[in-house]
């Protein structure tokens, strides 16, 4: 009797070479452009979706909570629990202090009020910018990465 495996020889053109094409390929997650959003927070559903991309996203959001406090900063983590309750976000202020840990269920408003660092910046944009400064002759084309835009 043989097992199959997911590492058996695929047909292909090339005697025994693996088709790239037939090859099992994972698709990218598209980034959404989320920046700026306040998004309607009319049910669970929509919190819970709310706050998981609010996960993803690397720029601060705002969270205001049920009593009216106010809350600036990046979420690091989050856990989603069986209710509200049992679900939380862990947040590091943007004005200092230790790390907060603040239940779905007092989570009242949500914003994405931080600029996004990273939107529009890919590998292929960053090696254009080089090209063109090393074309032009500029000292300032270098492997380093730009600190301030």
Do not use: C
Not at 81 to 98: H, W
Not at 120 to 133: D, H, Q, T
Request: glycine residues 10%; proline residues 5%; negative net charge.
């Amino acid at each position: 009797m043989s097992i199959p495996t997911h590492f058996e020889r695929q047909d292909a053109p090339g005697a025994g070479s693996f088709d790239p094409d037939k090859l099992e390929v994972a698709p990218g997650r598209k980034r959404e452009g989320i920046e700026g959003w306040v998004p309607e927070l009319a049910n669970e559903t929509e919190l819970r979706e709310a706050l998981e991309k609010a996960f993803d996203y690397r720029g601060d959001v705002t969270l205001t909570q049920k009593d009216g406090t106010k809350i600036e900063g990046y979420i690091f983590d989050r856990v989603n629990g069986t209710t509200l309750s049992s679900s939380f976000v862990r947040i590091l202020p943007k004005s200092g202090g230790g790390r907060l840990k603040i239940a779905y269920s007092d989570i009242a408003a949500l914003a994405f009020t931080g600029r996004d660092p990273a939107a529009g910046k890919s590998w292929e944009a960053w090696v254009k910018k080089y090209w063109e400064k090393k074309e032009t002759g500029g000292e300032a084309a270098s492997l380093h990465p730009d600190l301030a835009e």
